[in-house]
């Protein structure tokens, strides 16, 4: 059972083979080179963008709920895994119905995402998810996913997200999260959901362990992964701090920047803006710039460049007289500031 909306903080451990040292590397476009008993409360996914440095985008917003309905829903749901959205008529719940519908030797399994018509209290949708890890390791329904842009509402479980077109009225195709690194489980909490939020057109989601990954939402039809163009160890914290680039508009992109804090409560899970406003920067990432924790993304004219520090999560402000220069002299210049 969840204390609240989310699953506890967990302590994280990722054992990525591909992880490097805290060493410094350049991205330049001319380089070549599951929920387990232990972890009952799920934690929010929180669009914080740093000072002067606001999203782009439009942030999500909270699905409204006003009062109580008096629906009944058919079978057991967890606290706040269920939101009613009075000015659309909608009841939108994970339910844990199968055990008795499917296999009676099964614990309560949360994973029938239901659709009722509050006017009517009327069962509209019924998608039973496939099991999450184990039979009773639940989905999780995230009322932040809901927002303007893309009229969604997603439920995430250690190996799908499942989403509710709300606009059209019906379920998209089941969503596998990807990874750029082999994933490597710890324990059996490995994979437990730990949020979803939605930026632009972006779901970003996270896992224990696994940390984060994302998903292109322009075309619903044919959802795309977004792999994290870098990544970084947090050996301090056991978590992984992930850099994805958006492309804003053609040809510019912005940094979001993802990282999981297990101290931070209900806030753990962050992705963020590094860049006050989308860079024409080349995209093309080296494998040896991958793991690092200082970074230079050069123009693709050549007329400047930013640093981003990955330990931290900031970007740094290049002058143009050392922009101008060879990209180990700029990262020389960033380790001395």
């Not at 929180?46 to 606001?54: F, G, I």
């Not at 200082?294 to 999560?313: N, Q």
Request: net charge negative; charged share 20%; with cysteine.
């Amino acid at each position: 059972m969840r204390f609240n909306f989310f699953l506890p903080c967990l302590v994280l451990f990722l054992a990525l083979g591909a992880c490097g040292d805290s060493s410094s590397a350049s991205i330049d476009g001319n380089d070549s080179p599951a929920t387990s008993k232990k972890s009952e409360k799920k934690n929010q996914a929180n669009v914080a963008a740093p000072a002067a440095q606001e999203p782009q985008t439009a942030a999500p917003a909270q699905a409204k709920k006003k009062g109580n309905h008096d629906c009944v829903l058919m079978g057991k749901v967890l606290e706040d895994n269920q939101i009613w959205m009075s000015e659309l008529d909608l009841i939108l719940a994970v339910v844990a119905d199968t055990a008795e519908r499917y296999d009676k030797d099964f614990p309560e399994s949360h994973r029938s995402f239901q659709i009722y018509d509050s006017k009517i209290c009327d069962l509209i949708g019924n998608h039973v998810m496939p099991i999450n890890r184990e039979p009773d390791y639940p989905y999780y329904l995230y009322p932040n996913t809901y927002e303007s842009i893309n009229q969604m509402m997603c439920a995430q479980g250690a190996g799908y997200v499942y989403c509710f077109d709300i606009k059209r009225k019906e379920m998209l195709l089941p969503l596998i999260p990807e990874y750029r690194s082999k994933q490597m489980a710890s324990d059996a909490s490995s994979g437990a959901p730990q949020g979803l939020m939605v930026w632009d057109h972006y779901l970003f989601g996270y896992v224990a362990d696994y940390g984060a990954y994302a998903f292109d939402m322009t075309n619903k039809k044919a959802v795309k992964s977004l792999f994290p163009a870098a990544e970084f160890l947090d050996r301090e914290k056991g978590s992984m701090n992930q850099l994805f680039l958006t492309e804003s508009a053609p040809g510019k992109f912005q940094a979001a920047f993802s990282s999981y804090d297990v101290d931070a409560g209900e806030n753990a899970f962050t992705v963020v803006p590094l860049f006050k406003e989308a860079l024409p920067i080349s995209s093309r990432i080296p494998a040896s710039a991958r793991n690092n924790n200082l970074l230079v993304f050069k123009y693709k004219d050549a007329s400047s460049a930013i640093g981003v520090d990955m330990a931290k999560g900031k970007s740094i402000a290049i002058p143009a007289a050392v922009a101008s220069k060879p990209v180990q002299e700029i990262l020389a210049w960033v380790k001395s500031q």
